[in-house]
């Protein structure tokens, strides 16, 4: 893999970006050219459209633009940026090869071994769309739940960490019709309050709580409306950005045998991996951790999850064609 980083990414607010534009363009905000393949037909067969800008960014136009699909099409958005704040670039990825080749050895599929070298060379190479080989539209619908991969029963004890607003939830609901119990873990308020409203069955349980390696009071940062909690104490921090944590071996009933941890809680899933030892090593649950949000989290969290039951497959699947929304799914198969 040849190593393709250097150089500054600016950025532009719209006004400015548009000065600079000499012909008539359509900007189209809040739109995804992957999903929204019928609109996208439509707008290359204007004839009277010459190139349509499509802003996946927030009130910013980032200097990064590419085409996709048609030359009318160009998508301007912060996805490079979010790679190099990633940083596992080639040096990271030498320096550690050992430990990602244990991983790839690890894993139980082809499909699983081409999505993390798709997944790497997206980082080292800063490829467009690095997962397209790998994943299709409706995979986005099946985060947390590929067919090939999870098979729900009616005995499900689901702990969803990073609830969010009841997303994984709704989709959850769809795919069983029955289960005997849903733990929701969701520490940002703004979030939580959204996530309580649609809470009508006395089956599932929601906290307003983080999960992670001890119960504590910490920071979350906002940044592009997801929270991430820092480890820094409270003492000088504003309650609008205080949040609970806790175990997730403190929160779950001892009377639960819990069948799936689910984790999409923007890197501290390690921590969180910490906090669930005892539940890991007692009932064994099928777990799906997002392992995008750190350059090291496809070495550190298959580590740890082996060092609980050595008896975990590993399967890789990615959500989406960006170099994110990549879940280790490890299922445990007794007698391995």
């Avoid at 363009?25 to 019928?38: C, D, S, T, Y």
């Amino acid at each position: 893999m040849k190593k393709k980083w250097g150089g500054a990414f600016k950025t532009y607010e719209a006004e400015t970006f548009l000065e600079n534009v000499q012909e008539n363009v359509v900007i189209v905000a809040g739109f995804n050219v992957l999903l929204h393949k019928e609109l996208t037909e439509k707008l290359i067969a204007t004839s009277c459209i010459k190139k349509v800008y499509v802003l996946d960014g927030d009130q910013v136009l980032w200097a990064n633009s590419f085409r996709f699909l048609n030359p009318k099409i160009f998508l301007i958005d912060n996805y490079y940026e979010g790679l190099i704040k990633r940083d596992l670039n080639y040096e990271y990825f030498m320096n550690n090869y050992a430990l990602f080749a244990q991983t790839y050895d690890w894993l139980e599929d082809e499909k699983s071994k081409k999505t993390m070298e798709d997944y790497l060379r997206g980082h080292i190479e800063l490829t467009n769309f690095p997962m397209m080989e790998v994943w299709e539209t409706a995979d986005v619908k099946k985060q947390y739940f590929p067919e090939d991969i999870i098979h729900l029963s009616d005995q499900e004890v689901f702990v969803d960490c990073g609830a969010y607003t009841g997303d994984t939830l709704d989709s959850f609901l769809k795919r069983t019709g029955n289960f005997k119990k849903y733990y929701a873990l969701e520490p940002d308020r703004r979030l939580f309050k959204e996530l309580k409203q649609k809470v009508t069955d006395n089956k599932i349980i929601h906290f307003p709580v983080g999960a992670w390696d001890r119960k504590d009071s910490l920071k979350l940062d906002i940044e592009n409306g997801c929270g991430t909690i820092q480890s820094t104490k409270t003492d000088n921090v504003c309650d609008e950005n205080r949040v609970d944590v806790d175990k997730i071996d403190n929160l779950v009933s001892e009377k639960d045998k819990v069948t799936f941890i689910k984790m999409d809680i923007e890197g501290a899933e390690l921590k969180a991996l910490y906090g669930a030892e005892n539940i890991i090593k007692r009932d064994k649950p099928t777990l799906a951790v997002c392992v995008y949000h750190k350059r090291e989290d496809l070495i550190t969290l298959p580590q740890y999850i082996k060092s609980l039951e050595k008896n975990y497959k590993l399967y890789l699947r990615a959500h989406f064609a960006y170099a994110s929304e990549v879940v280790l799914y490890a299922i445990y198969q007794q007698g391995q």
